[in-house]
């Protein structure tokens, strides 16, 4: 995800900063310490500071600071467990810093820049029942440079966000993206139990590399190239080439091809009218090949993945009434003639109302719904033996099939459902730039399985996790 906001810092202030120290430090001496020429020695030293504060040996390029911290506590249940985390909402958006910066060519074309650095150390993504640290330090999102121009269009080269990123979240104007949008990214790596049965022991990083075992991630996955989860199956950052176009008459659209092979377009339009704002996005991307370090573009038999993802979404609020509607839909399609899962799909819907009840900022009260169909990870089919190495021994109907079969790789998954819903609510406080919030969520989870030597099916259910998550967000 590719979100900055907040108030801006700029480097060159520190000059301006440094000045006034220097004044501070001079005003306690007399008129006769200083000598006649004191003004003019001071005016050398603050043109010496502002040419070596932060951008020494170019003064033509700026350099703003930007960010956010992000820190909450949540409560956990799944059924059999319930704990208390310190946690933040994935890596992308952990606290983090950017650095950005400008420069003028001409009146029609400006270079520019972006280093996006994130902190990650309480990954609500990746905590288990097991692991309440998921802490994976330090880590560049971004780093790309641009040439723009206001006439021809933007073309931006490295580690950056192809095309098809976040292409229907960013249409979320409403002030609730933060806090509540498409993807699940708080208990993806909680292990799922299922009923009549036992917790199973989950690998939480394993959904992400495509061979999941027993997490809730499991069954929100995304076959496109092995990596990511369901919603936001593009949502990467990649090194890539991206290039955008100017805004005409309300549309926008871009294109990314990035390394071996990944390709996507986006078209955009934002407007108001008729009382209401409005924002709307579709986009499709296309993944192929398989040279990645972490293998995420092959399946789990190392056969290169040929998988594409396509989009929709948008909002639209009332302005007088404050009232909105979000929504997204997704479905991905794998084509692979090794690994072919059926189609997955998902429906994310949010409403809410956006009032301004107090002189802190604007409230939001939110309420969503969200649900996934067959976007099981690609590694519970094929004769991996991935599902009953998940349950096989932890009861219930699917560990009952997986202990009648000849062998673990006879059972495999035919289909899955996660449905949520949540409800939320987000104070702003305009004067420090932040804001207060706490969301509860709430899954339901089952999978279709069979068994492929005798053609039986079964369906599994499993206890539901509940989540309560409540933090703040402050911006510089």
Not at 37 to 48: G, I, M, N, P, T
Not at 148 to 155: A, D, E, I, M, R
Not at 169 to 189: A, K, M, P, R, Y
Not at 197 to 217: E, K, M
Request: aromatic content about 10%.
């Amino acid at each position: 995800m590719d979100m900055n906001g907040g108030n801006k810092v700029k480097y060159n202030s520190l000059a301006a900063l440094a000045a006034a120290g220097l004044l501070l430090s001079v005003g306690g001496a007399s008129a006769a310490d200083l000598g006649g020429d004191c003004c003019a020695d001071l005016e050398e030293r603050v043109a010496e500071l502002e040419a070596t504060t932060a951008r020494k040996g170019n003064r033509k390029v700026s350099l703003t600071i930007t960010g956010w911290v992000s820190e909450g506590i949540m409560w956990w249940d799944d059924g059999t467990e319930s704990n208390v985390y310190v946690a933040h909402d994935s890596t992308d958006l952990a606290s983090n810093v950017s650095f950005t910066g400008t420069a003028n060519i001409n009146s029609d074309v400006e270079a520019g820049y972006q280093i996006n650095i994130f902190f990650d150390h309480a990954n609500a993504l990746f905590q288990t029942q097991d692991n309440d640290n998921a802490n994976f330090g330090v880590n560049l999102q971004r780093a790309f440079w641009w040439l723009k121009s206001n006439t021809l269009g933007k073309v931006s080269i490295g580690m950056q966000s192809a095309a098809a990123d976040n292409a229907t979240i960013l249409t979320d104007f409403t002030g609730t993206l933060f806090q509540h949008n498409t993807v699940t990214f708080e208990g993806t790596s909680m292990a799922l139990t299922p009923e009549g049965g036992t917790r199973s022991g989950a690998n939480n990083v394993g959904f992400l590399i495509g061979r999941p075992n027993g997490t809730l991630g499991a069954l929100l996955n995304c076959n496109t190239y092995r990596q990511g989860i369901a919603n936001d199956c593009l949502g990467d950052r990649t090194n890539s080439v991206r290039y955008d176009t100017p805004t005409f008459a309300g549309f926008s659209a871009s294109a990314s091809w990035g390394e071996d092979d990944r390709y996507e377009g986006t078209v955009r339009y934002a407007g108001e009218g008729g009382g209401f704002k409005y924002a709307f996005a579709t986009s499709y991307g296309e993944v192929n090949g398989d040279n990645d370090a972490l293998g995420s573009r092959t399946d789990f038999l190392g056969n290169p993945i040929d998988a594409g993802y396509f989009q929709i979404g948008g909002t639209i609020k009332h302005l007088a009434s404050a009232l909105w509607f979000h929504g997204h839909y997704g479905t991905q399609d794998t084509d692979n003639a090794v690994i072919s899962p059926g189609d997955g799909e998902a429906y994310y819907l949010k409403a809410g109302w956006s009032p301004k009840l107090n002189s802190l900022g604007t409230t939001h009260f939110i309420g969503e719904f969200r649900q996934n169909l067959d976007t099981y990870g690609a590694s519970y089919q094929v004769g991996s033996g991935d599902l009953c190495g998940a349950y096989g021994v932890n009861g219930g109907g699917i560990g009952a099939a997986c202990g009648a079969a000849a062998a673990a790789t006879d059972v495999d998954a035919v289909g899955s459902e996660v449905t949520s819903f949540g409800l939320g609510l987000v104070q702003e406080i305009d004067a420090a730039s932040m804001n207060l919030w706490i969301k509860y969520r709430h899954f339901e989870s089952e999978i279709d399985f069979r068994n492929t030597a005798t053609g039986a099916r079964g369906t599994q259910d499993f206890q539901d996790i509940d989540l309560v998550f409540a933090g703040a967000h402050i911006f510089f």
